[in-house]
């Protein structure tokens, strides 16, 4: 189990563009960016997340 800054971010599942690049994880009740640019992770908590959808 990895903790960055008090948010746990163990074991999260990668969020994936139809093209199948991963462009955020999900955890529990929390959405990770990493930024391509500089490397820093970007948290969203929240306290559930219901869906993930795709906008065309």
Do not use: L
């Amino acid at each position: 189990m990895m903790e960055e800054r008090g948010v746990n971010i163990s074991e999260p599942e990668a969020i994936r563009c139809k093209c199948k690049k991963i462009v955020a994880q999900k955890g529990k009740d929390e959405i990770i960016i990493k930024c391509r640019f500089c490397k820093r992770k970007v948290v969203i908590s929240t306290r559930e997340i219901i869906k993930i959808e795709y906008a065309d």
